[in-house]
T-cell receptor
Framework: AQKITQTQPGMFVQEKEAVTLDCTYD???????LFWYKQPSSGEMIFLIY??????QNATEGRYSLNFQKARKSANLVISASQLGDSAMYFCAMRERSSGNTPLVFGKGTRLSVIA | NAGVTQTPKFRVLKTGQSMTLLCAQDMNHEYMYWYRQDPGMGLRLIHYSVGEGTTAKGEVPDGYNVSRLKKQNFLLGLESAAPSQTSVYFC?????????????FGNGTRLTVT
C-alpha cells in the first residue's frame, strides 16, 4: 500500500488566490513527521514545511500552512496569495519513528500552475 | 554555503557502460541518501547510509552500488547501465534520522542511457 497519496496530478490556480494541495498518508505509528517539498522547473528540491504528529497546532511558514487532520490522516498544504513563482511540483513526504533509520517516503507529487 | 553538491549534472551513457555519481556534503551530516526521480513516480530511494562505512538498500537498489568511505561523500555506482536507469538522481543528507529531520538535497544529476 502506498504510504503517501497525492491524488491531484495537476492543479491550476489564479494568481493571488489560495490553493490547497492534498496529501493523505498511511501509518500505524504514533510518532511520525510530515514534510512538503517544492521542485521548480529548475529541478532543485526545496524544503517548505514540517508537521510533527504530536504537534497540536498546524505548521505555518510564511504563505505556506499545513492543514493537519490526524484522524483523517491528511496533511494538506495550503498556499495563500499564490504567485507566479509558486508554479512547481510539490511533494508530500513522511518519516515514521518505527522505521528507525528509514528515510523519507515521498508521494508522486502535484504539479501546480499559477495563472496570471 | 555549498550544502549538498552532486557531480556531474548531466551524463549520457551507452548501455553496458559504467559510471559513478559523486555526492558531497559540507554540513557534517551523518545520514546520506540516493533517490531517483521518474515522471509520475515521485522520488524512490535507491540506497542510503547512516554513517561513514555503512550502507543499506532502499526501495529500488537493483543495478546500483554505493560506498561511503568518508563521512562527507556518498558515491552511487552503475556497473552496467541499462536504459531503465535513465532518470534524474538526487542525493540528500540529514542531520539525524529523527521524525523531524528534513532532507537537504543536491541539485540532481540527469542521466540518459541509450
Amino acid at each position: 500500500a502506498q504510504k503517501i497519496t497525492q491524488t491531484q496530478p495537476g492543479m491550476f490556480v489564479q494568481e493571488k488566490e489560495a490553493v490547497t494541495l492534498d496529501c493523505t498518508y498511511d501509518t500505524s505509528d504514533q510518532s511520525y513527521g510530515l514534510f512538503w517539498y517544492k521542485q521548480p522547473s529548475s529541478g532543485e528540491m526545496i524544503f517548505l514545511i514540517y508537521q510533527g504528529s504530536y504537534d497540536e497546532q498546524n505548521a505555518t511558514e510564511g504563505r505556506y500552512s499545513l492543514n493537519f487532520q490526524k484522524a483523517r490522516k491528511s496533511a494538506n498544504l495550503v498556499i495563500s496569495a499564490s504567485q507566479l513563482g509558486d508554479s512547481a511540483m510539490y511533494f508530500c513526504a513522511m518519516r515514521e519513528r518505527s522505521s528507525g533509520n528509514t528515510p523519507l517516503v515521498f508521494g508522486k507529487g502535484t504539479r501546480l500552475s499559477v495563472i496570471a | 554555503n555549498a550544502g549538498v553538491t552532486q557531480t556531474p549534472k548531466f551524463r549520457v551513457l551507452k548501455t553496458g557502460q559504467s559510471m559513478t555519481l559523486l555526492c558531497a556534503q559540507d554540513m557534517n551530516h551523518e545520514y546520506m541518501y540516493w533517490y531517483r526521480q521518474d515522471p509520475g513516480m515521485g522520488l524512490r530511494l535507491i540506497h542510503y547510509s547512516v554513517g561513514e562505512g555503512t550502507t543499506a538498500k532502499g526501495e529500488v537498489p537493483d543495478g546500483y552500488n554505493v560506498s561511503r568511505l568518508k563521512k562527507q561523500n556518498f558515491l552511487l555506482g552503475l556497473e552496467s547501465a541499462a536504459p531503465s536507469q535513465t532518470s534524474v538522481y538526487f542525493c540528500a543528507s540529514s542531520y539525524s534520522s529523527g521524525t523531524n529531520s528534513p532532507l537537504h538535497f543536491g541539485n540532481g544529476t540527469r542521466l540518459t542511457v541509450t
